[in-house]
């Protein structure tokens, strides 16, 4: 195994690979090879031609660092091996700039075609949930980017037809999101003869997400567009973005990730106002409120809402302490802060908070509660802030241990789990973003022989991951198959309990096939 480390040049281009290659060299196991070989001669049979290329985009999990990503924490995510594929042929612009996209399923995604209008930005409307609203996603973030690049800002785009195939299960909590917004934005790059870097197409990406209405962090996007097949991807947001491969360590029993689907699917389109977009209002409040107890003026950065926790933990330690302490020890003096400062278990109301910052209610909600539609009486700043600052402090612990040695022992193994159950433990009571099911696949899981187990992605339902050793895989599975599965979905086809559990193998991130 190579280096346990590896830093990753941001300005590296997205890989191009010709169908002739090795399928070894981009991860296309051969049960997926046939899907590749299916799209491209069903896209020649619906419009008369092959493909240019296929654009390709992986759906991700996330070991550990859950909710910590929008408050600029460290995460560690990987992708899977389930993706988006899209096969496409650019077409002259005649006079108009036209989109066609099929999908392989077309009973459940029906073709659509549009037109791109050439001076003004693609409309979406999140509240309409159309399956293309994520290519359009994608489109909107990639063409704004191109216009960028133009010194008049004018672009004439390329006209495209494209065949879509997608895997990843949608709403399960594996961001079938960001694999859809990231293979598109890809698709339009290359149709324009852009050869797009990593980093830019992760800039743009997640400015696109936002555009269907979620305010998310970059994991997702990061972890689909960078991850190395058989590695972790640590992701920093803080200072500046940042990706290191790590690398699982060998153990006596080989160490394996499982996901299990809770098939309790949270529509984040709907939700978002009670839930996800709801933290990250909880956590921006909590870093401002926090700061102003201090006195300290927090600086504006790339978090979604502009304020992140990371930067009050930065702006709270003098310069000698930021030079001499591990993050650690620092972020344990921003829990000590949290428990002394935001005591108010019940949470706070708007009055209240407006008056901690010394502002009118109408200003409090037109600087942290506008940019997206937020629903809630009180807001649970402790809770939400102890449990970014705890789950930041394991995500470093988990890396710690990784990194410590290229073996790992049987006392290593077991505090890695312990991580991972510590972190479920705070999404449930802290952060409230577990779900009944999901409690009920962890308690399963650990006792038929996992190490950890705990939620994966945003949570209220959603997508669990476990670590457990290869020689219990079959007794886990068949804990959850008969203890979940059968007993809540008693009707479930054979098909679906099927995709329920998989083994999740680190695989590589977004890459272009050419020459099919
Ligand atoms: P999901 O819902 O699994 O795509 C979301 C966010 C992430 C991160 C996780 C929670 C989006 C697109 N993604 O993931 O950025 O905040 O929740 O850790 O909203
Ligand atoms: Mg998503």
């Given amino acids: 195994m190579s280096s346990p480390q590896e830093l990753v040049p941001q300005t590296e281009s997205i890989a191009e690979v010709y169908a002739t290659d090795d399928a070894s060299v981009i991860?296309?196991?051969?049960?997926?090879?046939?899907?590749?070989?299916?799209?491209?001669?069903?896209?020649?049979?619906?419009?008369?031609?092959?493909?240019?290329?296929?654009?390709?985009?992986?759906?991700?999990?996330?070991?550990i660092g859950e909710h910590i990503d929008y408050s600029l924490y460290d995460v560690l995510p990987t992708a899977v091996s389930v993706d988006v594929i899209m096969a496409v042929k650019v077409v002259p612009a005649s006079a108009g700039t036209t989109v066609k996209i099929a999908n392989v399923t077309p009973e459940k995604f029906p073709t659509r075609e549009f037109s791109v209008p050439h001076d003004a930005d693609i409309e979406i409307d999140p509240k309409k949930h159309e399956w293309i609203n994520y290519f359009k996603a994608g489109l909107l973030g990639a063409l704004k980017f191109l216009r960028k690049t133009k010194s008049d800002g004018s672009l004439i785009p390329a006209s495209m037809e494209i065949l879509v195939d997608g895997n990843v299960p949608p709403g399960g909590g594996i961001s079938s999101s960001a694999a859809f917004v990231c293979a598109s934005a890809l698709a339009v790059m290359k149709a324009n003869n852009h050869n797009v870097s990593k980093q830019d197409l992760l800039d743009l990406a997640v400015v696109s997400e936002r555009a269907v209405g979620v305010y998310s962090g970059g994991m997702d996007q990061a972890a689909s567009i960078f991850s190395k097949r058989g590695y972790l991807l640590y992701t920093q947001f803080f200072p500046k973005f940042k990706v290191e491969h790590v690398s699982i360590p060998t153990a006596a029993d080989e160490i394996t990730f499982l996901m299990a689907q809770s098939f309790v699917t949270s529509n984040k389109a709907d939700t978002a106002p009670r839930h996800y977009n709801l933290r990250v209002a909880e956590c921006t409040l909590a870093a401002v409120i926090l700061a102003k107890h201090y006195g300290l003026t927090l600086p504006k950065d790339n978090s979604s809402l502009g304020y992140s926790l990371r930067n009050f933990q930065l702006e709270l330690m003098t310069k000698e302490e930021r030079l001499q302490d591990p993050l650690e020890y620092q972020i344990d003096s921003v829990i000590q802060a949290t428990m002394d400062l935001l005591t108010q278990e019940q949470g706070y109301t708007r009055e209240e908070m407006a008056q901690l910052l010394g502002i009118s209610v109408p200003e409090l909600e037109s600087t942290f509660l506008s940019a997206f539609p937020v629903q809630a009486e009180r807001f649970l700043l402790r809770q939400r802030a102890l449990h970014c600052f705890k789950e930041a402090r394991r995500v470093l612990d988990f890396k710690a241990c990784l990194n410590k040695a290229a073996q790992l022992d049987e006392k290593r193994i077991h505090y890695l789990g312990q991580l991972l159950n510590e972190s479920q433990e705070s999404c449930r009571t802290a952060y409230d973003c577990s779900a009944p099911e999901v409690d009920d696949i962890c308690s399963i899981a650990r006792r038929a022989g996992t190490w950890g187990s705990r939620l994966t992605g945003a949570g209220w339902g959603g997508c669990t991951v476990h670590m457990l050793p290869q020689g219990k895989v079959e007794a886990v599975t068949t804990a959850l198959r008969n203890e979940y599965y059968l007993k809540k979905f008693p009707d479930i086809s054979a098909e679906k309990l099927e995709q329920a559990m998989v083994i999740s193998k680190p695989s590589n991130g977004s890459f272009v096939i050419t020459g099919a």
């Avoid at 051969?30 to 020649?44: A, D, K, M």
């Fill in 27 to 63: 991860s296309v196991a051969p049960e997926h090879q046939q899907r590749w070989t299916g799209l491209v001669s069903q896209f020649q049979k619906l419009y008369n031609h092959r493909p240019d290329f296929v654009a390709r985009s992986p759906g991700r999990v996330n070991i």
